[in-house]
């Protein structure tokens, strides 16, 4: 079991990195080889099939959690019999999911006839059948990849998401040079879901040797799953509604090209997240002990400061170096007519610092169970944030969606979260910025000096632009040593790189000859 969580956590860390690589090589290719308004049009028929997507009801946590329960009371055939059932519940929804989105095809052309063209609306009609196939069928069969998570075949499952990963650009690129388009490229999406199904149906079958049971239907347990799932549900459409109604706005009101100059600001996004999210999630048990021994307070103050400070240190370095060096890395990167994609990225990213800071807060409140409050923010913010995208979209496009975007996020998980987690939850806030805003020095100075260098030397290649992170990187961790950080933040950096270094001359002592 340990040795696949530490596996499972490993390849989780890899196929991170992997796809953060395949993306950098990857979106600049597709952009040369599609032109900008088809590779938007792609981006456009994703976000609108991806809707579909959240009807799997967040079904997976509840077999986790109800598959486990079984398991551990060795009752099999409990265990069997939720399979079953939930299996019929998966199909449902799969053909649901197949049937909205006919209905949603049969509307492209209300939806989008004022900003795309007549052989556009016929391409995205093309592509959105291809990917509802996809999506339905693996709502359909996802119970199997429920059931590998289920029993904890973890490096199974990451093995197989970082081959996908892999296939995926390895069978796109050859076909996009050959000269097709956008709908190779859905075919071989959706192909490359159904060998993902097929190949978690022989393990699940085959290796597990689980089987179904669908001669009984338990009402309680089908109720216990559909309450147990609601909140999931909910969380999967807020958030959906969130980070991916942009893309649809843009194609309502401004067309394929601010599609993809959004896209490509928002890519950034998800680097951040990972940053924070891989932190604070090490911290749950720690906080769940705090909150159970009733010692919150100074205590849980302490911590939710510790980790924050932690956080702020990789983050700030990243934003920071984004903030000097990111117009110049887009140009290289996509070419110059997407520099309006970096403004899109700071206005999303800079308000993102405060909740990326503040991950521990989520897991305080799971802790303490006074996440729904989160929750409400998070549905409100999402919902401001659609209505401001609606009328800035008009006036700036793109850059109108961003700072929607901005906007929101900051009035909701900056403003309201901070005020819940001082007067409510009882966390020292304003020492918490005070640190926050003590440890921000190195960045102002680094961000000042690096745009004096920028004037001075312009970035025409990707070995000048690399010359400028190693000479920004060494200023701003010199900086942030001598300046931010305290002992036991140096001792955590210190310290790995210390033994790292000293650990081949151990092992040569290791081999001493005895004479």
């Known amino acids: 079991m340990k040795s696949q969580l530490k596996g499972g956590a490993i390849l989780s860390y890899l196929g991170l990195l992997i796809n953060s690589a395949i993306s950098l090589i990857y979106i600049p290719i597709m952009l040369q ?19 579909l997507a959240v009807l799997n009801f967040g079904l997976g946590n509840a077999v986790i959690r109800y598959s486990a ?47 795309l063209s007549e052989n556009e609306l016929k391409k995205i009609k093309i592509l959105m059948m291809i990917m509802i196939i996809g999506v339905s069928a693996e709502i359909t069969f996802g119970i199997f990849n429920v059931i590998v998570l289920a029993h904890e075949k973890f490096i199974f499952q990451k093995t197989l998401v970082i081959i996908t990963s892999l296939l995926n650009p390895v069978l796109v690129l050859p076909l996009l040079l050959m000269g097709y388009n956008t709908i190779s490229m859905a075919v071989v999406t959706t192909s490359l879901s159904f060998f993902t199904i097929v ?31 609601v909140y999931i549900f909910l969380n999967l459409i807020i958030d959906k509604i969130y980070w991916s109604t942009d893309q649809l706005i843009l194609g309502v009101y401004s067309g394929t090209a601010a599609i ?18 891989a932190i604070s999630n090490l911290f749950l048990t720690r906080v769940t002990t705090i909150v159970v021994n009733g010692k919150v307070g100074d ?4 911590l939710f400061i510790k980790v924050g400070r932690i956080q702020y240190i990789i ?8 903030i000097v060096l990111g117009q110049e890395f887009i140009s290289l990167w996509v070419g110059e007519k997407y520099e309006s994609s970096y ?26 169970n006074m996440h729904k409050f989160k929750s409400m923010v998070f549905f409100s913010i999402a919902i401001m944030n659609v209505v401001l995208s609606l009328i800035f979209v008009q006036f700036w496009g793109a850059v109108g969606a961003a700072l929607a975007t901005g906007i929101a996020f900051t009035l909701g998980n900056t403003i309201v979260m901070n005020i819940y987690y001082w007067k409510k939850i009882k966390i020292d806030i304003p020492r918490f910025w005070k640190n926050i805003l003590m440890m921000s020095l190195p960045m102002i100075i680094s961000v000042i000096l690096i745009n004096k260098l920028n004037s001075f030397y312009t970035v025409n290649s990707w070995g000048m632009l690399i010359v ?7 200023f701003y961790i010199s900086l942030m040593w001598y300046v931010a950080l305290n002992n036991e933040e140096k001792a955590l950096i210190s310290n790995p790189v210390i033994k790292l270094i000293s650990k081949p001359f151990n092992n040569r002592n290791d081999f001493k000859i005895d004479n």
């Not at 993809?260 to 999210?277: D, K, Q």
């Not at 205590?299 to 302490?302: F, K, Q, T, Y």
């Not at 400028?468 to 060494?474: D, G, P, T, W, Y």
């Open 33 to 51: 080889v599609l032109g900008r308004e088809e590779y938007g049009l792609y981006i456009l028929a994703t976000s609108v099939v991806g809707y």
């Open 69 to 115: 329960k079984y398991r551990a009371s060795k009752d099999y055939e409990g265990c069997y019999n939720l399979y079953g059932m939930c299996f019929l519940i998966y199909s449902i929804l799969g053909v649901l999911a197949f049937g909205i989105g006919m209905i949603l095809i049969n509307n492209i052309d209300t939806l989008f006839s004022l900003s």
């Open 199 to 229: 190949i978690n149906m022989y393990f699940s079958l085959r290796i597990i040797k689980v089987r179904f049971n669908f001669e009984k239907f338990d009402s309680n347990l089908f109720k216990e799953i559909l309450t147990f799932s």
């Open 260 to 277: 993809a100059i959004y896209t490509i600001g928002t890519a950034f996004t998800g680097y951040f997240l990972g940053f924070s999210s």
């Open 299 to 302: 205590e849980l103050s302490n």
């Open 315 to 322: 983050i700030s370095f990243v934003l920071c170096g984004f």
């Open 343 to 368: 403004l899109i990225a700071l206005l999303i990213l800079i308000p993102l610092v405060s909740s990326l800071i503040q991950g521990i807060g989520g897991t305080i409140l799971q802790a303490k």
């Open 468 to 474: 400028k992170i190693l000479v920004f990187s060494m």
